[in-house]
């Protein structure tokens, strides 16, 4: 009960905040087949959102389109005030303001750990070597991977080369992070050192959208829990109500699935 | 763990007469064909060693010196000059080697890998040392340098400017068409397709014989392109066409996730194949990028077709002329040692290349 209200309260400042994230009647086809019907989506600064459903729903396309790896047809994506066009100069804008962590990681296999968290800083931000040297130190100091920085990362664990996909990405400053599974390709024992990380980063304000099926993280973390199914959004709510009282079928089946494993 | 930490692998006895059993003699076949491969040995080896060593000429001054049964090496000392460098007049000689030591001493710092302004460096060499070289050769005049028009250029100078700005030239070019046969744009990719299909269609020997024979056709009459120019872009087009498609191999390994990671942190498309791809991409490739190139260096003899004497032509001229008439092997065999010698250079370069940059990723 007193975590329902401390989630209303969180719900309630956000009303005063800015739209981070707007989408409206998105659409999307891949040829015919249509993998997102409609989708309406507002994030606000500073949310926390969890997006699970199960394989080939679209969450990862959903995500994708929010950065513009992958196009929509119909509809507005509107992201921290610059709308998503063909418009080459607003896709960089939006790009340098959103962070995107993969489930493969996608680290640079030639450049050093370093190296992979100052490339954009310098190349697309013309930020002076030695500055983004400096900064990207103090992120991988805050993932905990600092003494690694000169290593390459075929050297490390799948665990390290996640953190430090996470403070690649959160060298641009970005204002919203975008997550696709960032532990689905992990061992076991790996998850929770990644998890903390983004738990931590939760806990600074970052606005998140995170594609996840660790429920633990979505009870601990997630302002809003969206359940995704062939394309739609099915169903959205704060976690408690969403873990304690899912309204449609769907999603109790779905959770039925998830949780019993 | 049985084995405790302090137990050191078994160390193997390399035993001799074990080793011939095992690799030789392991069954009658074996040893029937290791018996007759060491006939051949013995037979040959001797022989070809006598003629080019033991029983050769080295001394002497004219084919009156020379030894029967053996080499006569005396023939390439007395012709050493024009093999290097053709006609190229012997009182400015001394451009060609000033040409080929600035060349070298220039590019030393590239091979450091600690200095700080390597980049830096690189760009400026690659921009400033074919100027620098075309100066000392060509003279043109510019600070009292005499020209030595091109027709005069020969032997292995020839051969190595042909090669070098083959491969300086084809390789971007062959980047970027490789890059426009997957680009998004279908205009691009149309155009880079029929380039690179049409190149690889043709002969190099007919394409520098369309350069020479139908080029001037097609152009004013006052206007002609040096035979040498004419040459270099036949060369580059070709063996850019060969190249790109060495690349688009390379550029089909890099997982979508390598891209899809450059866009995401806001590199441009530029930017994410310059950082990013390509350098991923061309080290894959580097096996077959010095093939094409080492490929490249020996079709250079074939500019003969348009009337350029490379080192080939050079050797062979040697060998045809009176004085000398009769020591063909001589010539031959020592043209076959120097392309040899940079052939294999090349070879030997890209695989401690490729060692290299395994060895700096660890992977
Ligand atoms: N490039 C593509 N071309 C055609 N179809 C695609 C493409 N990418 C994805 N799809 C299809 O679109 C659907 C949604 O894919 P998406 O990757 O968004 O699913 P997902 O919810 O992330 O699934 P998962 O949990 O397996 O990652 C799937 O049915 C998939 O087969
Ligand atoms: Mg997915």
């Not at chain 1, 905040?17 to 500073?46: R, S």
């Given at each position: 009960m007193e975590l329902m209200e401390e989630t209303l309260t969180r719900l309630e400042s956000h009303k005063t905040q800015e739209v981070m994230i707007l989408m409206e009647h998105v659409n999307k086809w891949y040829h015919d087949f249509h993998v997102l019907k409609d989708i309406d989506l507002t994030v606000m600064a500073g949310e926390r959102i969890v997006i699970c459903g199960p394989s080939g729903s679209g969450k990862s396309t959903l995500i994708r389109c929010i950065n513009r790896l992958e196009a929509h047809q119909r509809g507005r994506i509107v992201v921290d005030g610059i709308e998503l066009t063909e418009d080459v100069k607003a896709i960089d804008a939006i790009r340098r303001e959103v962070g995107m962590v993969f489930q493969h990681f996608n680290l640079f296999p030639h450049l050093t750990v370093l190296e992979n968290c100052t490339l954009a800083p310098i190349w697309v931000k013309k930020m002076p070597k030695k500055e983004a040297e400096a900064l990207a130190l103090q992120y991988l100091q805050r993932v905990r991977i600092a003494d690694q920085a000169h290593k390459y990362p075929g050297q490390l664990s799948g665990g390290q080369q996640q953190r430090v996909a996470i403070a690649r990405a959160l060298c641009m400053k970005p204002k919203i992070m975008l997550f696709d599974e960032p532990t689905s390709?992990?061992?076991?024992?790996?998850?929770?050192?990644?998890?903390?990380?983004m738990i931590e980063l939760a806990a600074e304000g970052m606005t998140m959208l995170c594609v996840t099926h660790e429920m633990g993280f979505a009870r601990t973390v997630?302002?809003?829990v969206i359940f995704m199914d062939r394309g739609e959004i099915v169903e959205q709510a704060p976690p408690e109500e969403f873990f304690l009282h899912p309204k449609e079928e769907r999603t109790r089946r779905f959770l039925g699935q998830i949780l019993h494993h | 763990?049985?084995?405790?930490?302090?137990?050191?692998?078994?160390?193997?006895?390399?035993?001799?007469?074990?080793?011939?059993?095992?690799?030789?003699?392991?069954?009658?076949?074996?040893?029937?064909?290791?018996?007759?491969?060491l006939y051949l040995l013995w037979r040959f080896v001797p022989p070809v060693l006598g003629w080019l060593f033991f029983?050769?000429?080295?001394?002497?001054?004219?084919?009156?010196?020379?030894?029967?049964?053996?080499?006569?090496?005396?023939?390439?000392?007395?012709?050493?000059?024009?093999?290097?460098?053709?006609?190229?007049?012997?009182?400015?000689?001394?451009?060609?080697?000033?040409?080929a030591l600035s060349i070298i001493?220039?590019?030393?710092?590239?091979?450091?890998?600690?200095?700080?302004?390597?980049?830096?460096?690189?760009?400026?060499y690659f921009l400033f040392t074919p100027v620098l070289v075309w100066w000392l050769l060509y003279g043109a005049g510019i600070l009292g340098l005499p020209t030595v028009s091109t027709d005069q250029w020969g032997g292995l100078m020839l051969t190595l400017v042909i090669a070098a700005v083959g491969i300086a030239g084809a390789l971007p070019l062959g980047i970027l068409l490789a890059l426009g046969r997957r680009s998004q744009l279908p205009a691009i990719k149309i155009v880079c397709i029929t380039f690179i299909e049409f190149w690889r269609g043709v002969p190099l020997i007919t394409v520098l014989f369309m350069s020479s024979v139908m080029l001037p056709l097609f152009l004013p009459e006052q206007m002609s392109i040096d035979k040498l120019v004419r040459a270099l872009i036949a060369v580059i087009l070709f063996e850019a066409a060969y190249l790109a498609e060495v690349v688009r191999g390379g550029l089909q390994a890099i997982p979508k996730g390598q891209y899809e990671a450059a866009h995401a942190l806001g590199l441009s498309y530029w930017q994410s194949m310059g950082l990013v791809i390509l350098p991923q991409a061309l080290r894959l490739v580097i096996p077959g990028i010095v093939n094409t190139f080492i490929a490249l260096f020996k079709d250079t003899s074939l500019v003969i077709i348009i009337g350029l004497a490379d080192f080939f032509t050079t050797v062979h001229?040697?060998?045809?002329?009176?004085?000398?008439?009769?020591?063909?092997?001589?010539?031959?065999?020592?043209?076959?040692?120097?392309?040899?010698?940079?052939?294999?250079?090349?070879?030997?370069?890209?695989?401690?290349?490729?060692k290299r940059l395994a060895r700096s990723e660890k992977r």
């Amino acid at each position: 009960m007193e975590l329902m209200e401390e989630t209303l309260t969180r719900l309630e400042s956000h009303k005063t905040q800015e739209v981070m994230i707007l989408m409206e009647h998105v659409n999307k086809w891949y040829h015919d087949f249509h993998v997102l019907k409609d989708i309406d989506l507002t994030v606000m600064a500073g949310e926390r959102i969890v997006i699970c459903g199960p394989s080939g729903s679209g969450k990862s396309t959903l995500i994708r389109c929010i950065n513009r790896l992958e196009a929509h047809q119909r509809g507005r994506i509107v992201v921290d005030g610059i709308e998503l066009t063909e418009d080459v100069k607003a896709i960089d804008a939006i790009r340098r303001e959103v962070g995107m962590v993969f489930q493969h990681f996608n680290l640079f296999p030639h450049l050093t750990v370093l190296e992979n968290c100052t490339l954009a800083p310098i190349w697309v931000k013309k930020m002076p070597k030695k500055e983004a040297e400096a900064l990207a130190l103090q992120y991988l100091q805050r993932v905990r991977i600092a003494d690694q920085a000169h290593k390459y990362p075929g050297q490390l664990s799948g665990g390290q080369q996640q953190r430090v996909a996470i403070a690649r990405a959160l060298c641009m400053k970005p204002k919203i992070m975008l997550f696709d599974e960032p532990t689905s390709a992990l061992d076991p024992e790996m998850v929770k050192e990644v998890l903390d990380t983004m738990i931590e980063l939760a806990a600074e304000g970052m606005t998140m959208l995170c594609v996840t099926h660790e429920m633990g993280f979505a009870r601990t973390v997630a302002d809003r829990v969206i359940f995704m199914d062939r394309g739609e959004i099915v169903e959205q709510a704060p976690p408690e109500e969403f873990f304690l009282h899912p309204k449609e079928e769907r999603t109790r089946r779905f959770l039925g699935q998830i949780l019993h494993h | 763990m049985s084995s405790s930490p302090s137990l050191r692998p078994p160390v193997v006895r390399v035993d001799a007469l074990r080793w011939l059993r095992e690799n030789l003699f392991s069954g009658p076949i074996n040893t029937a064909l290791t018996l007759v491969a060491l006939y051949l040995l013995w037979r040959f080896v001797p022989p070809v060693l006598g003629w080019l060593f033991f029983d050769a000429t080295w001394q002497g001054s004219s084919r009156a010196d020379c030894h029967p049964g053996g080499a006569c090496w005396i023939f390439i000392g007395q012709r050493f000059g024009q093999f290097l460098y053709g006609f190229y007049p012997a009182e400015e000689r001394w451009r060609v080697n000033l040409a080929a030591l600035s060349i070298i001493l220039l590019a030393v710092p590239l091979f450091f890998s600690r200095l700080p302004q390597r980049r830096r460096w690189a760009i400026g060499y690659f921009l400033f040392t074919p100027v620098l070289v075309w100066w000392l050769l060509y003279g043109a005049g510019i600070l009292g340098l005499p020209t030595v028009s091109t027709d005069q250029w020969g032997g292995l100078m020839l051969t190595l400017v042909i090669a070098a700005v083959g491969i300086a030239g084809a390789l971007p070019l062959g980047i970027l068409l490789a890059l426009g046969r997957r680009s998004q744009l279908p205009a691009i990719k149309i155009v880079c397709i029929t380039f690179i299909e049409f190149w690889r269609g043709v002969p190099l020997i007919t394409v520098l014989f369309m350069s020479s024979v139908m080029l001037p056709l097609f152009l004013p009459e006052q206007m002609s392109i040096d035979k040498l120019v004419r040459a270099l872009i036949a060369v580059i087009l070709f063996e850019a066409a060969y190249l790109a498609e060495v690349v688009r191999g390379g550029l089909q390994a890099i997982p979508k996730g390598q891209y899809e990671a450059a866009h995401a942190l806001g590199l441009s498309y530029w930017q994410s194949m310059g950082l990013v791809i390509l350098p991923q991409a061309l080290r894959l490739v580097i096996p077959g990028i010095v093939n094409t190139f080492i490929a490249l260096f020996k079709d250079t003899s074939l500019v003969i077709i348009i009337g350029l004497a490379d080192f080939f032509t050079t050797v062979h001229r040697a060998t045809v002329a009176p004085e000398w008439l009769g020591f063909s092997t001589e010539g031959y065999v020592f043209a076959a040692f120097v392309y040899f010698l940079f052939c294999f250079g090349m070879s030997r370069y890209s695989i401690a290349l490729e060692k290299r940059l395994a060895r700096s990723e660890k992977r």
